[in-house]
T-cell receptor, first 117, second 114 residues
Framework: GAGVSQSPSNKVTEKGKDVELRCDPI?????LYWYRQSLGQGLEFLIY????????KSGLPSDRFSAERTGGSVSTLTIQRTQQEDSAVYLC???????????????FGPGTRLTVT | AQTVTQSQPEMSVQEAETVTLSCTYD???????LFWYKQPPSRQMILVIR??????QNATENRFSVNFQKAAKSFSLKISDSQLGDAAMYFC???????????FGTGTRLQVFP
């Protein structure tokens, strides 16, 4: 079956604009995760969803970042008033169940490269 | 704080040779999982191998094996018979049992020379 897909693949935006990044998880996966990968850094956890609810928002770097998930499927990460330090690759992952319930593997999408000019 | 350290920003190996990538982590937990992920230029993270902390036996997946030293909090990845397709960024990651957050190291870029 299809893997995790993300769109757009690349996004260039001007400082101060809002952007929306989309993630389509693997069908049937109830858990969904967002990570940020800045240049030369590892992945930084942002937020995860179990179904449509987000029990852990601790990784969101500021109130300019928000995410939602509808219908237990597609998720959108929104960054308002983008800043240059927001430039990074944003990766989405999904898993069959909440990872904490067992060794459920997180399957990653190809990411969206965001460049803020 | 839980941290994962990969002290080798870059490594290189000749095709068919063996290379070991190092990873250390800091935690006060006793139950956790450790992972190695591969990220090729396509950016898609691919799970290479997983180790449960309660298992003493080192995990093995074909040419990939780990050396898990729980007391030393060390989790190295050995790639045997290296192939050109192994060239990628490799990330070590950690997850506490019963939690959902993966904590990643900063990665090691592996180059494979013919």
């Amino acid at each position: 079956g299809a893997g995790v897909s993300q769109s757009p693949s690349n996004k260039v935006t001007e400082k101060g604009k809002d952007v929306e990044l989309r993630c389509d998880p693997i069908s049937g996966h109830t858990a969904l995760y967002w990570y940020r990968q800045s240049l030369g850094q590892g992945l930084e956890f942002l937020i995860y969803f179990q179904g449509n609810s987000a029990p852990d928002k601790s990784g969101l770097p500021s109130d300019r970042f928000s995410a939602e998930r509808t219908g237990g499927s597609v998720s959108t990460l929104t960054i308002q008033r983008t800043q240059q330090e927001d430039s990074a690759v944003y990766l989405c992952a999904s898993s069959l169940a909440q990872s904490g319930a067992g060794p459920y593997e997180q399957y990653f999408g190809p990411g969206t490269r965001l460049t803020v000019t | 704080a839980q941290t994962v350290t990969q002290s080798q920003p870059e490594m290189s190996v000749q095709e068919a040779e063996t290379v070991t990538l190092s990873c250390t982590y800091d935690t006060s937990e006793s139950d956790y999982y450790l992972f190695w992920y591969k990220q090729p230029p396509s950016r898609q993270m691919i799970l290479v191998i997983r180790q449960e902390a309660y298992k003493q036996q080192n995990a093995t997946e074909n040419r990939f094996s780990v050396n898990f030293q729980k007391a030393a909090k060390s989790f190295s990845l050995k790639i045997s018979d290296s192939q050109l397709g192994d060239a990628a960024m490799y990330f070590c990651a950690y997850r506490v049992y019963n939690t959902d957050k993966l904590i990643f190291g900063t990665g090691t870029r592996l180059q494979v020379f013919p």
